[in-house]
């Protein structure tokens, strides 16, 4: 008896399907697709299913560091007081975001970032991602408004500009960072990542820095900061941001809490131009009224104790193992394959390849034994110029390290 016709399988009816006339086609554009879910692995592993995952994606975190027991403390009392004192229906604070969270996340940046803001300067979002469509909403004309990216860069960041209708268009990073002369002209947004640049882990240099701020200012274009692992500083002092007090109208500042806490709470946070603020507010009450009350007090708490302070600490020191465990086996077991870039920041290690092959395969052989990792390919925007792998060590403890390297140079 013939059986009855399936469904296809969830996520691939965009990719898969002409997309219904009655929906806006830029929706089921492909390479949106793509720049929106470029941390899942498509390919099923035949690794038996009870076999750990070995996981060295780039964004991701540990929850087993997390202080969970301090944090629900600090949300249990916060709660109570909602319980005393109702928060009113309107937020007094015109949905910009809870003040005492506000006042909290300038205190944090400018001790861990040096970043000079007031608590009005300051949106609270639920997480970088809405902070970037927003951004993308306020600053985009559509089919008018161009919009640099750094290429290989943060695919979801993309995504919003282009989900926006810009034109989206790829700059080249090098060692310094992302090459200042290659932007095109004219361009009214230009995207960066300067401290920890994603996926590549390179710091832009003092004498690039200067120079896209010059250009901005030269050609009138904003810039849009992502300093997703900021706090996250092992070798020397902590790199200033782009947004400073000279800096404050033309540069456009995005935090999250989701690498120093955790993703689950979708917090995150643009320090913006007072110019533009209004716009912003405008536009992320068109999305949702506000990030939900309760979280935004608890994490307020916490930040304000001296929890977050403490956690990063640990996380810092936790991390940079993981990092120089990295280090020293792509150098020991791997010398004359990958070269890891020298990294100062954050929760990942770049390594460029000489191997004359494509590391995508060498990635889908890795998924079939359960280990999770990333090849520059995917990051791309244009046409790859480089092939390499990216290290996530997140949530990679050191036994994970050492066996799927392990894995890795099996399958190499």
């Given at each position: 008896?013939?059986?009855k016709?399936?469904?296809?399988?969830?996520?691939?009816?965009?990719?898969?399907?002409?997309?219904?006339?009655?929906?806006?086609?830029?929706?089921?554009?492909?390479?949106?697709?793509?720049?929106?879910?470029?941390?899942?692995?498509?390919?099923?592993?035949?690794?038996?299913?009870?076999?750990?995952?070995?996981?060295?994606?780039?964004?991701?975190?540990?929850?087993?560091?997390?202080?969970?027991?301090?944090?629900?403390?600090?949300?249990?009392?916060?709660?109570?007081?909602?319980?005393?004192?109702?928060?009113?229906?309107?937020?007094?604070?015109?949905?910009?975001?809870?003040?005492?969270?506000?006042?909290?996340?300038?205190?944090?940046?400018?001790?861990s970032?040096?970043?000079?803001?007031?608590?009005?300067?300051?949106?609270?979002?639920?997480?970088?991602?809405?902070?970037?469509?927003?951004?993308?909403?306020?600053?985009?004309?559509?089919?008018?408004?161009?919009?640099?990216?750094?290429?290989?860069?943060?695919?979801?960041?993309?995504?919003?500009?282009?989900?926006a209708?810009?034109?989206?268009?790829?700059?080249p990073?090098?060692?310094?960072?992302?090459?200042?002369?290659?932007?095109?002209?004219?361009?009214?947004?230009v995207?960066?990542?300067?401290?920890?640049?994603?996926?590549?882990?390179?710091?832009?240099?003092?004498?690039?820095?200067?120079?896209?701020?010059?250009?901005?200012?030269?050609?009138?274009?904003?810039?849009?900061?992502?300093?997703?692992?900021?706090?996250?500083?092992?070798?020397?002092?902590?790199?200033?941001?782009?947004?400073?007090?000279?800096?404050?109208?033309?540069?456009?500042?995005?935090?999250?809490?989701?690498?120093c806490?955790?993703p689950?709470?979708?917090?995150g946070?643009?320090?913006?131009?007072?110019?533009?603020?209004?716009?912003?507010?405008?536009?992320?009450?068109?999305?949702?009224?506000?990030?939900?009350?309760?979280?935004?007090?608890?994490?307020?708490?916490?930040?304000?104790?001296?929890?977050?302070?403490?956690?990063?600490?640990?996380?810092?020191?936790?991390?940079?193992?993981?990092?120089?465990?990295?280090?020293?086996?792509l150098?020991?077991?791997?010398?004359?394959?990958?070269?890891?870039?020298?990294?100062?920041?954050?929760?990942?290690?770049?390594?460029?390849?000489?191997?004359?092959?494509?590391?995508?395969?060498?990635?889908?052989?890795?998924?079939?034994?359960?280990v999770?990792?990333?090849?520059?390919?995917?990051?791309?925007?244009?046409?790859p110029?480089s092939?390499?792998?990216?290290?996530?060590?997140?949530?990679?403890?050191?036994k994970?390290?050492?066996?799927?390297?392990?894995?890795?140079?099996?399958?190499?």
């Amino acid at each position: 008896m013939a059986s009855k016709q399936r469904h296809p399988p969830r996520g691939l009816l965009s990719t898969q399907l002409t997309p219904d006339p009655r929906l806006n086609s830029l929706w089921s554009r492909p390479e949106l697709a793509r720049a929106l879910n470029f941390w899942h692995d498509s390919q099923r592993t035949k690794a038996p299913r009870a076999a750990a995952s070995l996981d060295f994606r780039p964004a991701l975190v540990d929850p087993r560091l997390f202080p969970f027991e301090i944090f629900r403390r600090v949300s249990a009392k916060q709660l109570r007081r909602m319980e005393l004192k109702p928060p009113a229906f309107k937020s007094p604070q015109g949905n910009q975001g809870h003040f005492p969270l506000r006042t909290a996340i300038a205190t944090h940046i400018g001790i861990s970032r040096a970043v000079v803001c007031e608590p009005n300067d300051v949106l609270v979002t639920a997480g970088a991602q809405q902070a970037f469509d927003i951004l993308a909403r306020v600053l985009v004309t559509p089919g008018v408004t161009t919009v640099a990216i750094e290429d290989p860069g943060y695919p979801p960041m993309r995504a919003a500009f282009l989900a926006a209708g810009a034109k989206v268009v790829p700059v080249p990073v090098d060692a310094q960072g992302l090459v200042v002369d290659a932007l095109p002209i004219p361009v009214h947004v230009v995207c960066v990542c300067p401290s920890h640049q994603f996926p590549i882990g390179v710091s832009m240099s003092v004498q690039r820095r200067a120079a896209l701020l010059s250009f901005a200012r030269k050609h009138g274009a904003v810039i849009v900061e992502d300093d997703y692992d900021g706090e996250f500083r092992y070798d020397g002092t902590p790199l200033q941001a782009l947004r400073s007090t000279a800096t404050a109208d033309d540069v456009f500042y995005v935090g999250t809490f989701s690498k120093c806490m955790l993703p689950a709470l979708r917090l995150g946070f643009i320090v913006a131009p007072q110019w533009a603020m209004p716009a912003l507010i405008t536009a992320k009450n068109c999305l949702d009224w506000h990030c939900p009350t309760l979280t935004q007090m608890a994490v307020a708490r916490f930040i304000a104790d001296g929890h977050l302070a403490r956690h990063v600490r640990k996380l810092r020191g936790v991390y940079r193992k993981r990092r120089d465990l990295i280090e020293e086996i792509l150098r020991s077991d791997f010398s004359g394959e990958l070269s890891p870039m020298q990294s100062h920041y954050g929760m990942h290690v770049a390594a460029f390849s000489t191997l004359p092959k494509r590391l995508e395969r060498v990635t889908a052989r890795l998924l079939e034994l359960n280990v999770h990792l990333h090849s520059f390919e995917r990051y791309f925007f244009g046409a790859p110029t480089s092939e390499g792998l990216v290290f996530g060590y997140g949530a990679a403890d050191l036994k994970d390290i050492e066996q799927g390297l392990k894995a890795l140079r099996d399958v190499l």
